[in-house]
């Protein structure tokens, strides 16, 4: 068995725990150098938090541990396919590599895809089923933000 197969087996036993306690089937392992970090499972259902994802979870529980927002050098393991916000996420996390053990198609016939979303997010902003638009507000009188954020940084 690849060191793969052993942590997307662990991340299906939380997924099927997590069911077990009423939730969905999703869970997520974190690894790096060959110790798991963090584990997180969804917890949509019992916190009614539309973000509440494995992934998500572990990330929250991994970069508390490390005391950082970077997870450079860490594995995702997760049961089922990464939604777009999970994958936006681990990216931002700077995680190197992420394997999932069920695909969209495989959770197409349960209502379990994130495919759809995925392919709404393709498409140019314009066309996509939620509006999205650029309305360019600045408060009068004040530094700009970022410029401030820039100026805020270069003193620490």
Avoid at 84 to 98: D, H, I, K
Avoid at 142 to 152: G, K, T
Wanted: net charge neutral; hydrophobic share 40%.
């Amino acid at each position: 068995m690849t060191d793969a197969q052993h942590y997307l087996r662990e991340a299906i036993r939380l997924a099927q725990a997590n069911m077990e306690q009423g939730g969905r089937p999703f869970g997520a392992v974190i690894v790096r150098d060959g110790q798991v970090l963090a584990t997180g499972v969804n917890q949509i259902l019992t916190t009614n938090d539309p973000t509440s994802h494995a992934e998500l979870n572990a990330i929250r529980a991994a970069s508390q541990k490390l005391g950082t927002p970077s997870l450079a050098g860490c594995a995702v393991y997760a049961s089922g396919h990464p939604c777009p916000m999970c994958m936006a996420a681990m990216r931002l996390a700077g995680v190197a590599e992420v394997a999932y053990a069920y695909s969209n198609d495989d959770g197409e016939p349960f209502g379990l895809s994130t495919a759809a979303i995925y392919a709404d997010l393709a498409k140019p902003f314009a066309q996509q089923s939620m509006k999205i638009a650029y309305v360019p507000v600045r408060l009068d009188g004040a530094e700009d933000l970022y410029a401030q954020w820039q100026r805020r940084q270069a003193g620490k």
